[in-house]
């Protein structure tokens, strides 16, 4: 397609009269884009509540466990009755 056939298609496209736009459709994406919103709320909530859960478990387990400390060597016995 060269450049005036694009330009006559266009012409064609913009003569046209405009698609008739159903009554309730303004409505209709209001409700709809309500519902994302409020569901997308819903998850980024659900989805911090859970980060902040997991990081407290990870706090308490820290805390009891201390697994920055080098456990102690088994690998020779303890020295008695020298």
Do not use: K
Request: proline share 11%; with cysteine; glycine share 4%.
């Amino acid at each position: 397609m060269n450049l005036p056939e694009r330009e006559a298609a266009v012409r064609r496209l913009l003569e046209r009269t405009a698609p008739v736009v159903p009554p309730d459709l303004y409505g209709e994406a209001v409700r709809r884009g309500g519902r994302m919103l409020r569901r997308r709320r819903a998850a980024r909530r659900v989805l911090w509540a859970v980060l902040c859960a997991a990081a407290v478990v990870f706090v308490i387990w820290a805390v009891t466990v201390h697994p920055w400390v080098e456990p102690p060597s088994q690998t020779t016995p303890p020295l008695s009755d020298w």
